[in-house]
């Protein structure tokens, strides 16, 4: 129902940051609960974050605690996930993805709609 198109990848040293993008060109990201999982080559899709429908409750990754934020603006259509601290341990291709609940999910199966994904390359 809803496409996503994620944006924001891109090569940053270790230590650095980024900001990526997700955004609905169709449909409504306000209806949603929303999240970010990340895929390196030969390992599994692996859970960043997730924020609600109401952005009152968010869930992260032990991996990345700490160091990553999500957020949305709904008005805008978007949800964000800053990335500070950035490892090489980080490098993946980056997914946003969504599901019709009100409730937050950390699991992958657990989403239906999932954007093309955005490459992020940590370099020492």
């Known amino acids: 129902q809803v496409q996503l198109v994620e944006s924001g990848g891109g090569l940053v040293q270790a230590g650095g940051s980024l900001r990526l993008s997700c955004a609905a060109s169709?449909?409504?990201?306000?209806?949603?609960?929303m999240g970010w999982f990340r895929q390196a080559p030969g390992k599994e899709r692996e859970f960043v974050a997730a924020?609600?429908?109401?952005?009152?409750?968010?869930s992260y990754g032990d991996s990345v605690q700490g160091r990553f934020t999500i957020s949305r603006e709904n008005a805008k259509n978007t949800v964000y996930l800053q990335m500070n601290s950035l490892k090489v341990e980080d490098t993946a291709v980056y997914y946003c993805?969504?599901?019709?609940?009100?409730?937050?999910?950390?699991?992958?199966?657990?989403?239906?709609?999932w954007g093309q994904g955005t490459q992020v390359t940590v370099s020492s």
């Open positions: 169709k449909g409504s990201v306000s209806t949603h609960t």
């Open positions: 993805a969504a599901r019709l609940s009100y409730s937050i999910a950390t699991r992958a199966t657990e989403f239906a709609l």
């Open positions: 924020i609600s429908r109401s952005a009152l409750s968010t």
